[in-house]
């Protein structure tokens, strides 16, 4: 059974960057395609983005540009590049791992991390 958990949340000033660690346990992330999801108060998840097993990305459009996903196969880590941080991307965010980068509703993955807070400040 996969085990997810993220790390590198913390407290930002709008503007502001950080990178989000996503490390795998009990299972090899390599053959997963590698999703980021964000919880904000009071709303539904939202896809952030997803990588493939081979480094392929897809981003939601209220990020693309300023949010990069990548992946490390060989420390079963994926990460997420945050920049340019606006208040509104103050959220859980969660990674997950499914079978296809291409998806982005939360059903499409099967394992989830605990998820970490990241605070952005106006």
């Known amino acids: 059974q996969v085990q997810l958990e993220e790390s590198g949340g913390g407290l930002v000033q709008a503007g502001g960057s950080l990178r989000l660690s996503c490390a795998g346990s009990?299972?090899?992330?390599?053959?997963?395609?590698m999703g980021w999801f964000r919880r904000a108060p009071g709303k539904e998840h939202e896809f952030v983005g997803a990588?493939?097993?081979?480094?392929?990305?897809n981003y939601a459009d209220s990020v693309k540009g300023r949010f990069t996903i990548s992946r490390d196969n060989a420390k079963n880590t994926v990460y997420l590049q945050m920049s340019s941080l606006k208040p509104e991307d103050t959220a859980v965010y969660y990674c997950?791992?499914?079978?296809?980068?291409?998806?982005?509703?939360?059903?499409?993955?099967?394992?989830w991390g605990q998820g970490t807070q990241v605070t952005v400040s106006s």
């Open positions: 990588i493939s097993w081979r480094g392929s990305t």
């Open positions: 997950a791992a499914g079978r296809s980068y291409y998806c982005t509703k939360r059903y499409d993955y099967e394992h």
């Open positions: 009990g299972g090899t992330l390599s053959t997963y395609a």
